[in-house]
Nanobody, 118 residues
Framework: QVQLVESGGGLVQTGGSLRLSCASS????????MGWLRQAPGKGREFVAA????????NYADSVKGRFTISRDNAKNTVYLQMNSLKPEDTAVYVC???????????WGQGTQVTVSS
C-alpha cells in the first residue's frame, strides 16, 4: 500500500506561484511513477504532470507546459509541483498519484485546493 499526503495549496493571485508537495509512505517510493492530476468544479479529473522513478522522464499537459515543473526527492519520499504564472483556469483540487512503472495510477492522495484569483 501507498499513502500520499499533499500540502502547499492555497489562494494566489493571477501570475503568482505555488509549490505543492506530496509525501509518500508505505511502498518504496523510489520504485514508483508519480504524478499530479487536478479536478476543477463541475469538471472531470485532468492529468497535469508525471515523473518517472529516476526523474529521467517527465510529461506535462499542454495547458501547463512551460509554467509547471514536476520533481521528486527519493531520499525524502516526496514529489513536488512548482506552479508559476498561475491563471484562474488553474483553480482546482490537485491530487497526487502513484503507480508502478508502466501501470495506471492506482494510489491517490486526498487532494489540496489551489485557487487563483483574477
Amino acid at each position: 500500500q501507498v499513502q500520499l499526503v499533499e500540502s502547499g495549496g492555497g489562494l494566489v493571485q493571477t501570475g503568482g506561484s505555488l509549490r505543492l508537495s506530496c509525501a509518500s509512505s508505505g511502498r518504496t517510493f523510489s520504485s514508483l511513477t508519480m504524478g499530479w492530476l487536478r479536478q476543477a468544479p463541475g469538471k472531470g479529473r485532468e492529468f497535469v504532470a508525471a515523473i518517472s522513478w529516476n526523474s529521467r522522464s517527465t510529461n506535462y499537459a499542454d495547458s501547463v507546459k512551460g509554467r509547471f515543473t514536476i520533481s521528486r526527492d527519493n531520499a525524502k519520499n516526496t514529489v513536488y509541483l512548482q506552479m508559476n504564472s498561475l491563471k484562474p483556469e488553474d483553480t482546482a483540487v490537485y491530487v497526487c498519484a502513484a503507480a508502478s512503472t508502466g501501470r495506471p495510477f492506482n494510489y491517490w492522495g486526498q487532494g489540496t485546493q489551489v485557487t487563483v484569483s483574477s
